[in-house]
Every structure is written in structure tokens, then in C-alpha cells.
């Protein structure tokens, strides 16, 4: 079964560190571009950041740029995101995405699998 | 990078079709074939629609369908049924190669 599955959040200082991790199990992870979605509490989606299936290319939204850092390892199937210097405002369900391929391997900007989410609530 | 625009909410009895909107800018919906529409229920991970504005994924009912014109996407839902109650958020790659998300619609089957 494709699987993303998150963990490491929780309730953090303002100002504080914070470590998620998607393990992915029942594909490829390596031949896959993979995002991080956040979903404030009764809010909307909102795309944080991109990481190439190498992990050459990078992307992050401007409302975390230069405080969160994307990662993966290929050889454990794990996405990563160090997040720094939190604030209130970032407190959400985290969600790791799949980029979209088709059977020849092209991928598209759409997400078509993701993980149940990881709570980080950022609060003193 | 603002979000997309979408009617906060939307209604329909079974059986009808109904159509919600996502307005963005040249910069986005209306510069690439990049728009995305997931579906969403109460405490569950999304769901992919629709990529590439029009393509359903594998295992999506052809009830749903995508288009866009100009600057706005449009999701259509045919042939309403309960289980199609739900949020739904359109995406789209844009030219400061970022994702952006409209503020979501809230479906009810009436």
C-alpha cells in the first residue's frame, strides 16, 4: 500500500525548534518530488515547500523561507522538515504530498498522495 | 504569493450539477495548465480531483470534471450524491515556482 505516514509534532515555544519526518513506504521514494502542506486550525491549505527527488532543487513559500530547512533521504524513504524560530502563526496540521507521476514517469504539479497529518502547535 | 479565489461555499440537491470557481492572475491559473482541485472531508487528508486543469487521476469519478478560462478555473461536479459533501481547494503552480491554494469552498448537498 502507498504510504506517507508524519510524525515529530507537538506543542513548542514560540521562538522554538521543531523536527517532522514522512516516512514513505510502497513506492519508489527516491523518483519522487515531495512538498510539505500546512493547514491552520479551520483554515485552508497552504503549500510550505518543494524538494526534488535528488534533492538538487528546492522551494519554500515566503512565509517560512530562511526559518524552515526541507530535507529527504532517499536510503531511509524519509522527508524531513526542521522548523526554526517558530511562531503562533505557524501552528497547523502538517502534511507531507506526493507529486503526481504517470506510468512513464513525468511528473505534474499536483499532489496525489499524503500522510494523515502532524499537529504542531506553536503556543507558550 | 496571494491565494486563489474561491466562493466560500456552495449548495446543490442530489442529481445536480454544480460549479466552483477559483480566480487567480496571469501570474498563475492563467499563465500555465497547472490547476489542481482536491477534495477534503471533516479531519482527512485531501484528496487529488483534478491535475493539469482538466485530467482526472486514476479512480476518480468522471462526475467531476475541470476546465479554465482565462484567469479562473472551474471544478464541475455532475450528478450531485451526499458523499460528495465536502471542502474542496483548487491549486496552481505559479511563475515564482510556488504553489498557491484557494481559501477553500465548502460543498453541501442539500
Known amino acids: 500500500e502507498v504510504q506517507l505516514v508524519e510524525s515529530g509534532g507537538g506543542l513548542v515555544q514560540p521562538g522554538g525548534s521543531l523536527r517532522l519526518s514522512c516516512a514513505a513506504s510502497g513506492f519508489t521514494f527516491s523518483s519522487y518530488e515531495m512538498n510539505w502542506v500546512r493547514q491552520a486550525p479551520g483554515k485552508g491549505l497552504e503549500w510550505v515547500s518543494y524538494i526534488s527527488s535528488s534533492g538538487s532543487t528546492i522551494y519554500y513559500a515566503d512565509s517560512v523561507k530562511g526559518r524552515f530547512t526541507i530535507s529527504r533521504d532517499n536510503a531511509k524513504n524519509s522527508l524531513y522538515l526542521q522548523m526554526n524560530s517558530l511562531r503562533a502563526e505557524d501552528t497547523a496540521v502538517y502534511y507531507c504530498?506526493?507529486?503526481?507521476?504517470?506510468?512513464?514517469?513525468?511528473?505534474?504539479?499536483?499532489?496525489?498522495?499524503w500522510g494523515q497529518g502532524t499537529m504542531v502547535t506553536v503556543s507558550s | 504569493q496571494s491565494a486563489l479565489t474561491q466562493p466560500a461555499s456552495v449548495s446543490g440537491s442530489p442529481g445536480q450539477s454544480i460549479t466552483i470557481s477559483c480566480t487567480g492572475t496571469?501570474?498563475?491559473?492563467?499563465?500555465?495548465?497547472?490547476v489542481s482541485w482536491y477534495q477534503q472531508h471533516p479531519g482527512k487528508a485531501p484528496k487529488l480531483m483534478i491535475y493539469d486543469v482538466s485530467n482526472r487521476p486514476s479512480g476518480v469519478s468522471n462526475r467531476f470534471s475541470g476546465s479554465k478560462s482565462g484567469n479562473t478555473a472551474s471544478l464541475t461536479i455532475s450528478g450531485l450524491q451526499a458523499e460528495d459533501e465536502a471542502d474542496y481547494y483548487c491549486s496552481s503552480y505559479t511563475s515564482s515556482s510556488l504553489w498557491v491554494f484557494g481559501g477553500g469552498t465548502k460543498l453541501t448537498v442539500l
Open positions: 504530498a506526493r507529486d503526481h507521476q504517470d506510468s512513464s514517469g513525468w511528473s505534474y504539479d499536483a499532489f496525489d498522495i
Open positions: 496571469s501570474s498563475d491559473v492563467g499563465g500555465y495548465n497547472y
